[in-house]
């Protein structure tokens, strides 16, 4: 059946709010230019393979010098929303200490033009552009970097508080443990498997940090965080298809929920002892857990799951491979 946009939108509810996103390392381009400093993907997108036919962000969409056109077409397209994230190394390029005047002015311009044109602005302020300096210290590996992303979070609201709607501190921890430390595919490129834990709980509490600092400078918008989200659907019948599934939900989805919105991790994990390879205070999970005024998730798809090929002994069941689609 065809429809016209035209129709298409008279079907949009009043209410509903229209929205558009993108990350400050996808779009912004300008890497060297007016004091920002290296991020850990500048270094992992430079390797041979790493990004498909070897595209570089040196440039991309071209937004840091781009920014009105880009502001005036989401105004002609009558959008309502947009989320966009702060680049943290260009705003405070070694992670901490100093900030970046010509950084800050950016987004400065940035939230003003997008107030003049009626649109709403919805802050990220972890992207998973970690400062190549804090990703050298162990990046999410150290606990030290979720009390950085705590003072960044300080310093966006001191900066821009009064014209942001919303803030989302951390987008897709699960897509930067797993794909950065746990499988190697994302920066900063290490295949740690189980050993790449400790980087959920590290997010998790930057995630609280920062929440204690935008309400300790009292932003009037709303705070929450963002995940990826994804329903995992057996293969087959195999009851090993469907233990497998549930293990890959624990994993991808509750491993980061629970925390937030129940104050514990899930029971298989605290009951297997997954993270008693490193010691964190209990008011860690208050920290964690306080109440948000939102909670985002990001569907793409769901996940077909089935068990791999076992071959020989098995001494460490956990290791064994699923096959993922």
Same mark, same amino acid.
């Given at each position: ?27 912004? #381009? ?5 004091? +920002?400093?290296?991020?850990?993907? !500048? ?18 969409? !071209? ?19 947009? +989320? ?12 901490? #200490? ?46 030290? *970097? ?35 430390? *746990?499988? #190697? ?13 400790? *980087? ?5 509490? @930057?995630? @609280? ?31 090993? !298809? ?41 008011? !860690? ?27 020989? +002994?098995? +001494? ?10």
């Amino acid at each position: 059946m065809h429809i016209s946009a035209k129709d298409l939108a008279a079907l949009i509810p009043a209410d509903f709010t229209l929205g558009v996103a993108t990350a400050a390392f996808q779009i912004e #381009g300008a890497l060297t230019e007016d004091g +920002r400093g290296p991020a850990g993907w !500048d270094v992992f997108s430079a390797k041979e393979g790493a990004i498909v036919d070897g595209h570089s962000p040196a440039v991309a969409c !071209d937004h840091y010098h781009r920014m009105p056109y880009d502001v005036a077409l989401m105004k002609q397209l009558g959008v309502d929303s947009y +989320r966009f994230s702060l680049s943290w190394p260009r705003i405070q390029p070694n992670g901490s #200490g100093p900030v970046n005047p010509a950084g800050l002015a950016f987004y400065d311009r940035l939230l003003d033009e997008l107030l003049a044109n009626g649109i709403s602005p919805m802050v990220t302020l972890y992207h998973w552009d970690t400062p190549l300096a804090l990703d050298d210290a162990g990046g999410w590996l150290n606990r030290d *970097t979720a009390h950085r992303l705590g003072e960044f979070a300080a310093i966006a609201a001191a900066a821009y508080g009064d014209r942001v709607a919303r803030w989302v501190t951390i987008n897709e921890p699960a897509t930067v443990s797993t794909n950065g430390y *746990t499988m #190697g595919l994302h920066s900063p490129g290490e295949a740690l498997m189980l050993n790449a834990l400790p *980087t959920v709980h590290h997010q998790l509490l @930057g995630h @609280g940090l920062a929440m204690q600092a935008l309400r300790a400078a009292g932003v009037p918008g709303e705070i929450g965080m963002t995940n990826v989200y994804s329903p995992m659907v057996p293969n087959s019948i195999n009851p090993l !298809d469907w233990m497998s599934a549930g293990l890959m939900d624990i994993a991808q989805n509750r491993l980061y929920a629970d925390p937030v919105l129940t104050g514990q991790y899930p029971d298989i994990i605290r009951a297997a002892k997954f993270f008693g390879s490193f010691d964190h205070p209990d008011e !860690d999970m208050e920290i964690i857990s306080q109440p948000l005024d939102f909670y985002g998730l990001n569907y793409y798809m769901p996940t077909k799951v089935a068990v791999g090929p076992v071959t020989g +002994r098995c +001494r460490r069941p956990w290791r064994r491979p699923w096959a993922v689609t």
